[in-house]
């Protein structure tokens, strides 16, 4: 009997130790023009997964390619689930975002036993949390409106701007972008004109030229574009070729491949981007440098660290990895970013709020410690828009978990 009660203890102590294994799908385009893009943001994730596991918990992240395709990412969303990984995430494309969104809660009302839940580090159509959120769907990017009127808010303050021009993606997200736009500068600058509109298809234009040269034809002196991923880069290249003398505002400018396509503009310190933050906003940063020296670019998104970072949390609250409870844990969390502000995972419709910054690239001086991707060239904040002033209301009505 003593042997066996000091088993039982034994077996009790080790079930107390036993190790969380957290499982997260990253579904995303790891192949086609995309790919660099994503295979990025998976190294984002998996360097965060090392960072945070531990004697108790360890994360595990697993890439799934869904070409940038819908249905094929309702395809590896299914393979995950069926693999037993309840954790998706998923960013690059908002249509597969919508996709996503429809498949979990259908999946969940027939099978709760094996609930998931979906962490989006990027899909920005406004939609997903107004009229198609959902109690399983966590934003952490803000969405289109919201850069947008980060942006419009800093160019109502730069009165040399008069003529804008307005490219962006033929999707959902992109035309959310335009339509944003398009209102915010008519409430904030009615005096800016707008010189041209255009609408091109999601990664497939390999020559940017033509609509460069409407740009230049239209005489704007600004362009703004939620463009992403190579249809970014290939057309800021596509303008430094020309010779566009232009001012850019935009919402990806940081993401690989666009700051080497901006210093062969060179156009310094005429390219913006609204982000959450940059390497130069801490100017000595051992993750920066860790993350450096293993995969040779930056962190250039840091809301993959914020998601991960709040995930942990989740967990540590939930008590496991059930994804259930993880969800309740994230509704109204809040946690402090790496520069400081507080973010909050708002419980009406799931949309992260924290601050944004507004940054311009241009040549390191003594305020920049960090260049991006070897070009010698650095990211240095222009503006800053507190997380109250892009909390715009939400439509959303969802069941609570």
């Given amino acids: 009997m003593r042997i066996l009660a000091f088993l039982a203890v034994v077996f009790a102590a080790c079930a107390a130790q036993a190790q969380t294994l957290v499982r997260i799908a990253f579904i995303d385009p790891l192949s086609g023009p995309a790919a660099a893009v994503t295979q990025n943001g998976l190294n ?118 008069r003529r804008v021009y307005l490219i962006n993606q033929d999707y959902s997200f992109g035309r959310a972008a335009r339509d944003a736009a398009r209102a915010m500068l008519a409430e904030r600058r009615p005096d800016i004109e707008i010189v041209g509109d255009e609408l091109h298809p999601l990664a497939k234009i390999t020559d940017f030229s033509p609509y460069v040269a409407k740009i230049a034809a239209s005489g704007a002196d600004s362009v703004i574009t939620a463009n992403w991923g190579t249809d970014l880069a290939l057309l800021l ?56 020296a293993r995969y040779g670019g930056s962190v250039n998104v840091p809301r993959i660290r914020l998601l991960m970072e709040m995930l942990a949390d989740a967990v540590a609250k939930a008590g496991g990895s059930d994804p259930l409870r993880i969800a309740r844990a994230l509704s109204g969390a809040t946690h402090r970013t790496m520069y400081g502000g507080l973010a909050t995972m708002r419980a009406a419709d799931h949309q992260v709020l924290q601050d944004f910054y507004i940054a311009s690239f241009g040549p390191l001086d003594a305020t920049m410690h960090y260049d991006e991707e070897k070009t010698g060239w650095g990211w240095k904040t222009a503006g800053m828009i507190p997380a109250a002033a892009t909390a715009l209301p939400t439509t959303c009505r969802m069941a609570p978990l």
């Avoid at 995950?80 to 996503?100: C, E, F, K, V, Y």
């Avoid at 503009?265 to 906003?281: D, K, P, T, W, Y």
């Fill in 237 to 292: 290249k596509a303008a430094a070729d020309a010779h566009l003398q232009a001012g850019w505002y935009t919402y990806y400018a940081s993401a690989i491949g666009s700051p080497t396509a901006i210093r062969q503009s060179g156009l310094a310190h005429r390219v913006f981007a609204v982000i959450e933050g940059h390497a130069n906003l801490r100017q000595i940063d051992r993750m920066e440098d860790e993350y450096r």
């Fill in 44 to 161: 984002h994730f998996r360097f965060m997964a090392e960072r945070l596991s531990n004697e108790r918990v360890r994360f595990e992240v697993t890439g799934f390619d869904n070409k940038l395709n819908p249905q094929e990412t309702i395809v590896q969303a299914q393979k995950a689930i069926d693999a037993g990984i309840r954790i998706i995430a998923q960013g690059n494309g908002s249509a597969a975002a919508g996709a996503l969104i429809d498949f979990i809660d259908k999946h969940n009302a027939r099978d709760p036993e094996h609930a998931a839940i979906y962490l989006n580090y990027a899909a920005g159509d406004p939609v997903l949390t107004n009229e198609k959120c959902s109690p399983y769907h966590f934003r952490f990017d803000a969405h289109s409106d919201m850069k947008m009127q980060a942006l419009t808010r800093f160019i109502a303050q730069r009165p040399e701007i």
